[in-house]
């Protein structure tokens, strides 16, 4: 199994919801990645887990807290979102270590903040 | 110093004809080059990727080019398919593994 799985596909909040996004991978990989794709850029890093620990937050607004309850999930919880948080969400995942040089990422979550 | 300068923006090229993407660091620091492909509405797809120790590598229709001295690398597609019509990141990993990307070239074969 070499997929990284997102769900869900597509989600619209409104700026008072409460939502999360969820990331699984049965790859045995022990870092995990959230990144932020705006339209026609590049994806920005936003958070790293490597072995389930925080290991980076890249100055990402409260509203954005991650969580990774095991090696396999990674979520990500949303509240209170402003509109010009909607984006294409994007998990990954590696090897730890070295292994971070190559990742593989899921097919996104589509948020639209209203 | 972080930063990976890609070229062009966007290209059109014909079907069966070769597509050339360019891109050129400054921080000798990396070490490990990436090309991804990325279709409209899905993630990025790790294509092909090189060491800085290697001069060319190929993978199918895919070459990657790098010349250390220059630092500068290239991505060229061989035989270009409409179906390779796709938006391709380079991107370098610095020394805390994390990813710099380049700022993307969306490459539309024609038929």
């Known amino acids: 199994d070499t997929e990284v799985t997102q769900t869900p596909k597509h989600l619209v909040m409104g700026m008072t919801n409460k939502k999360s996004l969820k990331c699984e991978q049965h790859?045995?990989?022990?870092?995990m990645y959230w990144y932020k794709q705006k339209a026609k850029k590049p994806p920005e890093l936003m958070f790293v887990?490597?072995?389930?620990?925080?290991?980076i937050n890249e100055s990402v607004p409260s509203r954005f807290s991650p969580e990774c309850p095991n090696s396999s999930l990674l979520n990500l919880h949303l509240h209170a979102l402003q509109p010009e948080d909607s984006a294409l969400y994007l998990c990954?995942?590696?090897?730890?270590?070295?292994?971070?040089?190559?990742?593989?990422f899921g097919p996104g979550t589509r948020l639209l903040v209203l | 110093q972080q930063q990976v300068k890609q070229s062009p923006q966007s290209l059109i090229v014909q079907k069966g004809g070769i597509s050339i993407i360019n891109c050129a660091y400054e921080?000798?620091?990396?070490?490990?080059f990436p090309w991804y492909q990325q279709f409209p509405g899905k993630g990025p797809a790790l294509l092909i990727a090189?060491?800085?120790d290697v001069s060319e590598k190929k993978e199918g229709r895919f070459t990657i080019s790098f010349n250390k001295s220059a630092k500068q690398f290239s991505l060229h597609i061989m035989d270009s398919q409409p179906g390779d019509s796709a938006t391709y990141f380079c991107?370098?990993?610095?020394?805390?593994?994390?990813?710099?990307w380049g700022a993307g070239t969306k490459l539309i074969i024609k038929p």
């Open positions: 990954a995942s590696s090897q730890a270590g070295t292994g971070m040089r190559t990742q593989y």
């Open positions: 790859m045995g990989h022990r870092a």
């Open positions: 887990y490597s072995y389930e620990k925080l290991s």
């Open positions: 921080n000798t620091a990396f070490d490990y």
């Open positions: 090189i060491r800085p």
């Open positions: 991107a370098a990993v610095d020394s805390n593994y994390q990813l710099i």
